[in-house]
C-alpha cells in the first residue's frame, strides 16, 4: 500500500464546475500536511497548507481529518487555469511524502 | 528574492559517466532536500539536509548516489556510473525551520537528467 494514495483521476471539467480530491495517509504519525500544484515539466509549487480546523483560500477549501488520515480539496467555480496535477503531501519527520497525483483538466 | 536554484537545467550524458547537479537553495533556509521524479512516477526523497549534515539519507537508491553541502548553503547531488533508470528530474527544495513557515518547502524547477 502507498503511503499517501488519491484519486486516480484525470478529472475532466467543465469550466465553473466544483471539483474535489480526496487523500488518504498510511502514518499517523504525519506531522504536516499540504496541497501542492505541479503544472506539465514544471516543477511543485505548494497551494494550501491543510489544518485540522479546514482552511480556505479564495476558491480553494482543504480539510484534514487525523483520525480516518483523510485530506481533502475542494475547488469551486473552477478556470481554465487551475487545470493541472494536484499533489497531495504530507510531512514525516522532514521529509515530504507524495501522492501520484490527479491531473486535473478544466475545458471550456 | 532568488528562489531555489538548480543547474544544469538539462544534462545527457552516457551510460557509465558520472554526473553531479548542483543546488543553490533561498538564502536563510537551513534545510535542504533532494526529490526524485521519473517518467510517471510520482515524487520520491532522496536525502534531507540540516545545515551541513544529512539527518536521512534513507531514499538514495544505490551507493552510486551521494550528496554533499558545504557552508550551509549550495548542494551538489553526485551519481557515478550512470544507468538508464537514473533517467528522471531531480529536484531540489529548501525550507525555513521558523515555526511561521511552517517546514514549507519551495522548490527548484530541475536538472532533467537523460542517460543514452
Known amino acids: 500500500r502507498k503511503e499517501v494514495e488519491q484519486d486516480p483521476g484525470p478529472f475532466n471539467v467543465p469550466e465553473g464546475a466544483t471539483v474535489a480530491f480526496n487523500c488518504t495517509y498510511s502514518?499517523?504519525?504525519?506531522?504536516?500536511f499540504f496541497w501542492y500544484r505541479q503544472d506539465c515539466r514544471k516543477e511543485p509549487k505548494l497551494l494550501m497548507s491543510?489544518?485540522?480546523s479546514g482552511n480556505e483560500d479564495g476558491r480553494f477549501t482543504a480539510q484534514l481529518n487525523r483520525a480516518s488520515q483523510y485530506i481533502s480539496l475542494l475547488i469551486r467555480d473552477s478556470k481554465l487555469s487551475d487545470s493541472a496535477t494536484y499533489l497531495c503531501v504530507v510531512n514525516q519527520g522532514g521529509k515530504l511524502i507524495f501522492g501520484q497525483g490527479t491531473e486535473l483538466s478544466v475545458k471550456p | 528574492g532568488a528562489g531555489v536554484s538548480q543547474s544544469p537545467s538539462n544534462k545527457v550524458t552516457e551510460k557509465g559517466k558520472d554526473v553531479e547537479l548542483r543546488c543553490d537553495p533561498i538564502s536563510g533556509h537551513t534545510a535542504l532536500y533532494w526529490y526524485r521524479q521519473s517518467l510517471g512516477q510520482g515524487l520520491e526523497f532522496l536525502i534531507y539536509?540540516?545545515?551541513?549534515?544529512?539527518?536521512?539519507k534513507s531514499g538514495l537508491p544505490s551507493d552510486r548516489f551521494s550528496a554533499e553541502r558545504t557552508g550551509g548553503s549550495v548542494s551538489t547531488l553526485t551519481i557515478q556510473r550512470t544507468q538508464q533508470e537514473d533517467s528522471a528530474v531531480y529536484l531540489c527544495?529548501?525550507?525555513?525551520?521558523?515555526?511561521?513557515?511552517?517546514?514549507?518547502?519551495?522548490f527548484g524547477a530541475g536538472t532533467r537528467l537523460s542517460v543514452l
Open positions: 527544495a529548501s525550507s525555513s525551520t521558523s515555526s511561521k513557515a511552517k517546514n514549507i518547502q519551495y
Open positions: 502514518n499517523s504519525a504525519s506531522q504536516s
Open positions: 491543510v489544518y485540522s
Open positions: 539536509f540540516q545545515g551541513n549534515s544529512a539527518p536521512d
